[in-house]
Nanobody
Framework: QVQLVESGGGLVQPGGSLRLICAAS????????MGWYRQAPGKQRELVAT???????KYADSVKGRFTISGDNAKNTMNLQMNNLKPEDTAVYLC??????????WGQGTQVTVSS
């Protein structure tokens, strides 16, 4: 019902910054919640951050103080500003958009690699 387009992934050195963006389209109903998940090889998918319609945000303990999630409900977009990146942040980052009772959609994912 909706499609997600992700951008901003890439290769950065430790301590560097990267900004991810996710855009949702194709539905007349906007999401209730949007979030970022990540999955590294050999590890389970984990929640990174979420933002809801009220602007309330949640972060995984591992990224608190370093990552900031923001969104535009009218545009159905959100950003993930990632600062002070560490090698352990290396993963495929996945965008998720949920409209309760309507849909739950995942993007294809964008690769973030933190390496010197």
């Amino acid at each position: 019902q909706v499609q997600l387009v992700e951008s901003g992934g890439g290769l950065v050195q430790p301590g560097g910054s990267l900004r991810l963006i996710c855009a949702a389209s194709g539905s007349i109903f906007g999401p209730n919640v949007m979030g970022w998940y990540r999955q590294a090889p050999g590890k389970q998918r984990e929640l990174v951050a979420t933002i809801d319609l009220s602007g309330s945000t949640k972060y995984a303990d591992s990224v608190k103080g370093r990552f900031t999630i923001s969104g535009d409900n009218a545009k159905n977009t959100m950003n993930l500003q990632m600062n002070n990146l560490k090698p352990e942040d290396t993963a495929v980052y996945l965008c998720n958009a949920v409209r309760v009772g309507r849909y739950s959609t995942w993007g294809q994912g964008t690769q973030v690699t933190v390496s010197s």
